[in-house]
């Protein structure tokens, strides 16, 4: 089945500064890779998702880019602001599944 | 409003007494699934369904049943709960192959 891991498990920033989180999967058969924020006490909410056909896709003050050769995938996020920290996730699908990274912890101080 | 309904959101039981949790989605999805999430160990997939009467196991099914009787109600079943069930549960909804995917608020269960 499909594999997905994602670096690092904790990431902290600045207020201001760049944060990138980048995730590998191991099924090529895998085409749509949704990233999902996961705020203390909520479900994972739809952040951004790139489809197979797509390099790069920017919304606002977040990218997520794909190299289906290599097989990873990342998110970017430029001017991070205090609201940005929680848990992200990506994640790869497949026919029948989603299958997710392990998370990422974005802390970012004021 | 799109929505993925669960309930309840919290319950503590005891071992091996029965309980359902519910899950309802207002979006005409194919495509639901059951995830379990635990620290350290991220979600992992316990059952899915393509669709009415199509139901799979997923990573971790032991101990879960699920069924799929009307499109839009994905019920997640633990016959006998056992402490190791004690997780966060999340319902998730999407269209083909899980595009737009949206999740439940999630069920806290803990099982003593």
């Known amino acids: 089945g499909e594999n997905v891991e994602q670096h690092p498990s904790t990431l902290s920033v600045q207020e201001g500064d760049s944060a990138v989180i980048k995730c590998t999967y191991s099924d090529s058969a895998s085409n749509y890779f949704p990233w999902y924020k996961q705020e203390l006490g909520k479900g994972p909410q739809l952040i951004i998702d790139?489809?197979?056909?797509?390099g790069e896709k920017k919304d606002q003050r977040i990218a997520v880019t794909l190299n289906k050769t290599a097989k990873h995938f990342s998110l970017h996020i430029t001017e991070t602001q205090p609201e940005d920290s929680a848990v992200y996730f990506c994640?790869?699908?497949?026919?029948?599944?989603?299958?997710f990274g392990k998370g990422t912890m974005l802390l970012v101080s004021p | 409003e799109a929505q993925v309904t669960q309930n309840p959101r919290y319950l503590i039981t005891v071992t091996g007494k029965k309980l359902t949790v519910t899950c309802s989605q207002n979006?005409?999805?194919?495509?639901m699934s059951w995830y379990r999430q635990d620290p350290g160990l991220g979600l992992r997939q316990i059952y899915y369904?393509?669709?009415?009467?199509?139901?799979d196991k997923g990573d971790v099914p032991e101990g879960y049943k699920v069924s799929r009787k009307e499109k839009r109600n994905f019920p997640l079943i633990l016959e006998s709960p056992s402490p190791n069930q004690t997780s966060l549960y999340f319902c998730v909804s999407g269209t083909y192959r899980y595009t737009e995917a949206f999740f439940g608020q999630g069920t806290r269960l803990t099982v003593v």
């Open positions: 979006m005409n999805h194919e495509y």
């Open positions: 994640a790869a699908s497949g026919y029948s599944t989603l299958t």
């Open positions: 790139i489809r197979s056909n797509v």
């Open positions: 369904s393509m669709n009415v009467e199509a139901t």
